[in-house]
């Protein structure tokens, strides 16, 4: 892996709360940012737009059918891309609760409440209802102080790629509504809280 794709696997803590970035979110990270630096996108030759040997993996994993001709068009990777990133981030021990869906906007509405933060930290996981309508998700890489974030986006629009439909790093500020409305940052790193099993009652004790 090239050095400029390492990041800080033990940051310091969060500033906007007391606990760290989960390690599979920032895997996750250093995977999405492992693909930019390969170049992973879709339509290349011999592929129709949103297909490839790794996007059509990523939208498999999210149990999109797609059609057997590889020429043929796909469909958006977005969230795709971003969930397969946590699957394969995944350790004993620590499962990914990122939703499996094809379509941002039903990942938020099935993002589980104990995942989700109060605003950006790196690993991070941003949707936004975009002013069309469709969903946008984006992992945050850096959240910088006026409010503004560099994230990490699937079959994104950004410095590495001005076409679209690959592995793009792009600098915003979710307070432009240009963007759309976020929705919310998601660590899903972050595993769930023990259940409460309350103590059996012997049958020859009281309440």
Same mark, same amino acid.
């Given at each position: 892996m090239s050095p400029d794709v390492e990041i800080d696997t033990k940051p310091d803590k969060d500033p906007m709360t007391s606990d760290q970035p989960s390690p599979l979110s920032l895997r996750a990270l250093q995977f999405s940012r492992f693909m930019i630096f390969k170049g992973i996108r879709g339509g290349m030759p011999g592929w129709g737009r949103c297909r490839g040997t790794e996007v059509d993996a990523y939208l498999r994993s999210v149990d999109v059918a797609l059609p057997p001709t590889p020429s043929v068009e796909g469909a958006p990777w977005g969230w795709a891309g971003l969930f397969f990133a946590h699957q394969e981030s995944e350790r004993p021990g620590e499962a990914s609760s990122c939703p499996k869906t094809a379509s941002a906007l039903e990942a938020a509405e099935l993002a589980p409440e104990w995942c989700k933060l109060p605003g950006p930290r790196q690993g991070a996981v941003g949707i936004?209802?975009?002013? !069309? /309508?469709? &969903?946008?998700?984006?992992?945050?890489?850096? %959240?910088?102080?006026?409010?503004?974030?560099?994230?990490?986006?699937? !079959? /994104?629009? &950004?410095?590495?790629?001005?076409?679209?439909? %690959?592995?793009?790093?792009?600098t915003w500020n979710p307070a432009d509504w240009k963007w759309g409305t976020l929705l919310g940052w998601w660590d899903f790193g972050i595993q769930a809280p023990p259940v409460a099993v309350k103590p059996a009652v012997a049958e020859n004790e009281g309440p």
């Open positions: 936004l209802r975009q002013p !069309d /309508g469709t &969903g946008r998700a984006a992992q945050c890489e850096v %959240a910088f102080p006026d409010g503004s974030v560099a994230t990490v986006e699937g !079959d /994104g629009i &950004g410095e590495e790629s001005h076409a679209g439909d %690959a592995w793009a790093r792009v």
